[in-house]
């Protein structure tokens, strides 16, 4: 019986090693987002797309972050996924086209919508 393989073990593929490989060296093997490269390194998917395997995606969507800016970035994004589903479909358009104006980060875009419910 055959069954598929869980996150983990996709993780242990040679196609992702190997990807993996590609990722930190592009980085310099230092964090993208803080330049530490003392401590272990991660490869940080900054997006799902599903039915894709770890190592099919686009190089773009791929990050090298220590543990400590991979924490806080898992953090805030499910802050962000927490947020998004408390909102209706209007407030949600609102954040997108607030968020195509340049808006810096999630909790400014909270702040905005705040402020337009008023």
């Not at 530490?36 to 799902?48: G, M, N, W």
């Not at 599903?50 to 800016?69: H, M």
Request: net charge negative.
């Amino acid at each position: 019986m055959v069954t598929n393989p869980n996150y983990a073990d996709l993780l242990k593929d040679p196609r992702w090693q190997r990807k993996r490989l590609e990722v930190l060296q592009r980085a310099g093997w230092m964090c993208e987002e803080c330049g530490d490269h003392t401590t272990t390194l991660h490869v940080h998917h900054r997006q799902y797309l599903k039915g894709r395997n770890p190592w099919d995606y686009p190089d773009e969507l791929l990050q090298v972050l220590c543990e400590k800016c991979h924490r806080h970035i898992t953090s805030v994004m499910e802050d962000i996924q927490h947020l998004l589903a408390t909102l209706s479909i209007d407030q949600l358009e609102k954040v997108s086209d607030y968020a195509n104006c340049g808006a810096p980060d999630i909790y400014e875009t909270a702040s905005f919508l705040k402020t337009e419910e008023a």
